[in-house]
């Protein structure tokens, strides 16, 4: 079903928690929260996710947003455990962590679009207005987020 390998499928069903326990921690917390259990499961699921890409992954561009995310992960993590980062910290690890969710949704919002639904996707082609629109309304939200998420940092730590 949809030209998904069973390693394929342990990579799709392993990351895809990571999409609604970031939603949840987004909306809840106003970033993603690494030291709770949504965050410690972020983590796994999208360690799950990064790690398997090696495997099933066709194109070289899948390795280098693996790569990437496996690195942003962490920093996000463990810049809380970095002595002299401690003033930026905070910063650092949502601005890490956010870039991670957005470097989820991009393959997910592309993969999606090229293989659902099954037999007939929405899009077939990489310069699909559909597809292109779509990866640009994530950049869209991913600039405004971020501004939102350090404002709100700027502002708490102004108390």
């Not at 895809?16 to 972020?42: K, S, V």
């Not at 597809?131 to 501004?147: D, E, K, R, Y």
């Amino acid at each position: 079903m949809f030209g998904i390998s069973p390693l394929g499928w342990l990579h799709t069903l392993g990351s895809l928690p990571a999409i609604p326990l970031a939603l949840y921690m987004l909306l809840r917390y106003g970033r993603i929260t690494p030291r709770n259990g949504a965050g410690i499961a972020y983590l796994v699921s999208m360690l799950i996710g990064a790690v398997t890409v090696f495997v099933v992954a066709h194109q070289p561009a899948s390795y280098g947003i693996a790569a990437a995310t496996l690195l942003l992960l962490l920093t996000g993590y463990s810049v809380a455990h970095v002595p002299f980062a401690a003033r930026a910290s905070s910063y650092i690890e949502t601005i890490c962590l956010s870039l991670s969710v957005f470097l989820l949704m991009v393959p997910t919002v592309s993969e999606t679009l090229r293989r659902v639904p099954d037999g007939h996707p929405l899009v077939t082609d990489p310069t699909s207005p559909l597809l292109l629109g779509a990866l640009a309304s994530l950049g869209v939200m991913l600039l405004v987020g971020l501004a939102l998420q350090i404002m709100g940092l700027r502002k708490k730590s102004r108390r």
